[in-house]
């Protein structure tokens, strides 16, 4: 058995990785949590 990743499952991985170091960094996270909603709808 392969339990390895798919390049496809790669790919997703390295763009989820990508999506958070820019847009959702840890004081965003930190901000989002302390909100009242625990969510942000732009986001």
Known sequence: MNFGFT?????L???V??????TCTLPKVR??????NG???DL
Not at 7 to 11: G, H, P, S, V
């Open 17 to 22: 990785a990508r999506f958070m170091r820019e």
């Open 7 to 11: 390049e496809e499952q790669n790919l």
């Open 31 to 36: 901000e989002i949590a302390a909100s009242d």
């Open 39 to 41: 969510f942000d709808a």
């Open 13 to 15: 991985r390295d763009q």
